[in-house]
């Protein structure tokens, strides 16, 4: 399909949710552009966009001057307001995060603060208050109650968004996978596609890409494989989201549970750290090159323990055992059969980058660019909650790149 293009005004490289979004944006703003989309799988959404546990999240885990703490806010409620206008599903179950000790009910107050700061609706409950919300919660004292957090089906939200792309005269390329940049243009599996600009939201392969460009010198993505358990059975007794406290000095939630749009519980995700960037399913199909480098990276994380990778690893690759994943989650709740929770859920990759620089991992998003290009390098969760106004934000850092006489730049914000 893409020999038919030999030429576009904006090529977008990458179909996930992102992809997509900034693809509509730049239609919206450039309506007499062509504007392509193109995805190496034979469908959109197919990664990040459609494994993730579908929960729009309020934004009271970021700092507050972070791009995360900026946008997470509205894209919870445009997304909210999208899925009711064009009827798709959703269950405004709210969460709770519980201190699974006393050490913990410090984190407790620590979300307050940053979540009052970043102007979300955030509320300290008693224990007793807690049990109230949500009984099957277990809580150290105290708990926090978010009203605003809710759930979402990713894929039929990912529909939507392509039927928009499709009949926004939108030009889609699926099975178009990227192989590099030449004298004539971009090569892909299809042929090769001359771009006025490119756009680079490839998630998993992002920063790869971005090197061709002359970016991402000191980013590497370290994949972690994110595994959920759901329960055997119809179980109507979980309410809300129960989330524990989290490490705040790692981007991850810990393992939760999560009620989906048809109520249904489930349990996940672990942050196991990956073999290669697409490593699914056990050891099909592997990426030795991947491999090796992460490998390479993981000895080394694992030799200084910088941002205590070790004790993370150590922490999460038991993970992989259903009855371990089923305990520790069982911490956070009362009254619940643990062993009803024996069904593996489709794992997913969470594309982390690593800067070889600090040696930490990025905690905030991440993008560089110039008036040739623009490559989005860390678009992690809460990446789809915050995709509509996130997207409207990096529009108009590209339209600055495009003006005449723009010169570099790049933004690179990190929490701390």
């Not at 909650?385 to 590209?398: G, N």
Request: with cysteine; hydrophobic share 35%.
């Amino acid at each position: 399909m893409a020999n038919e293009v030999q030429s576009t005004d904006f090529l977008v490289i990458g179909g996930g949710v992102m992809g997509v979004t900034l693809a509509l944006e730049l239609k919206r703003r450039y309506p007499d552009c062509d504007i392509t989309l193109m995805e190496k799988e034979a469908g959109f959404g197919l990664h990040a966009s459609g494994r993730n546990s579908g929960v729009l999240h309020a934004g009271f885990y970021y700092t507050a001057d972070s791009l995360k703490a900026r946008f997470t806010r509205e894209g919870n409620r445009r997304l909210t307001e999208y899925c009711r206008e064009r009827g798709l599903a959703l269950n405004p179950c709210g969460k709770i995060v519980v201190a699974r000790s006393e050490k913990e009910r410090s984190g407790i107050r620590t979300l307050l603060q940053r979540g009052r700061a970043n102007g979300v609706d955030v509320r300290h409950v008693s224990e007793e208050k807690a049990r109230e919300l949500e009984p099957c919660a277990k809580t150290a004292g105290e708990a926090l109650f978010s009203p605003t957090t809710s759930t979402v089906d990713p894929g039929e939200v990912m529909g939507e968004l392509v039927r928009d792309a499709r009949e926004g005269g939108i030009r889609l390329l699926p099975e178009t996978a990227y192989l590099g940049l030449t004298r004539d243009g971009i090569r892909t599996s299809s042929g090769t596609i001359r771009a006025g600009y490119v756009v680079n939201a490839a998630g998993l392969y992002a920063d790869r890409i971005a090197r061709d460009y002359g970016y991402a010198r000191d980013i590497r993505i370290f994949p972690f494989k994110g595994l959920y358990l759901y329960e055997n059975g119809d179980w109507a007794g979980l309410r809300r989201h129960i989330y524990p406290v989290p490490d705040l000095k790692n981007p991850f939630l810990g393992v939760h549970f999560t009620v989906t749009v048809r109520g249904e519980a489930k349990i996940g995700p672990t942050a196991i750290p990956a073999l290669w960037r697409e490593n699914y399913s056990g050891l099909k199909n592997p990426r030795w090159d991947e491999l090796f480098e992460v490998a390479r990276l993981g000895c080394g994380l694992m030799l200084h323990n910088r941002f205590g990778f070790r004790s993370l690893a150590l922490r999460e690759l038991p993970k992989f055992s259903r009855r371990h994943l089923a305990s520790l989650a069982g911490k956070l709740v009362r009254g619940v059969d643990m062993r009803r929770f024996r069904i593996r859920g489709k794992p997913g990759i969470r594309a982390q980058p690593l800067n070889l620089r600090t040696r930490k991992l990025e905690m905030d998003f991440l993008y560089e660019g110039d008036s040739r290009s623009f490559h989005l390098l860390n678009a992690v969760s809460p990446a789809f909650t915050c995709s509509l106004p996130f997207s409207a934000y990096l529009a108009d850092r590209i339209e600055k790149y495009l003006r005449p006489g723009s010169s570099q730049e790049t933004d690179h914000q990190t929490e701390s």
